[in-house]
């Protein structure tokens, strides 16, 4: 079965840190650019970060630069977001999704190859 499997999302103070993980079964994500969505309740949903396959090339949303990082460990097969000085407007759930391709090229919704089921991350006092 190929699946993406998130996890590390919860509740966290203002100013708070947390590192999302999403690993891949059943498949390698050697070959895929990897995302990480977000989605609150009423909103569509919105690509954060982005990283090419080589792990060479990241991107990130002006609401995130400078204090979230995107990371891949191919001997793992696992896509990291380390989250740092979060605050509560980054309360959402968290999405991974692998897109077949070497380059981060946008993050069209309808272009993501699989997805993983979501993680909740929580921003409060």
């Known amino acids: 079965q190929l699946q993406l499997v998130e996890s590390g999302g919860g509740l966290v103070q203002p100013g708070g840190s947390l590192r999302l993980s999403c690993v891949a079964s059943?498949?390698?994500?050697?070959?895929?650019?990897m995302s990480w969505f977000r989605q609150t309740p009423g909103k569509e949903r919105e690509g954060i970060s982005c990283?090419?396959?080589?792990?060479?090339?990241?991107d990130y949303a002006d609401s995130v630069q400078g204090r979230f990082t995107i990371s891949r460990d191919s001997g793992t097969n696992t896509v990291y977001l380390q989250m740092n000085s979060l605050k509560p407007e980054d309360t959402a759930v968290y999405y991974c999704?692998?897109?077949?391709?070497?380059?981060?090229?946008?993050?069209?919704?309808?272009?993501?190859?699989?997805w993983g089921q979501g993680t909740q991350v929580t921003v409060s006092i």
């Open positions: 999704a692998a897109d077949y391709g070497h380059y981060c090229s946008g993050y069209s919704f309808w272009e993501q190859d699989y």
């Open positions: 059943g498949f390698t994500l050697h070959d895929y650019a």
């Open positions: 990283i090419s396959s080589s792990g060479s090339d990241t």
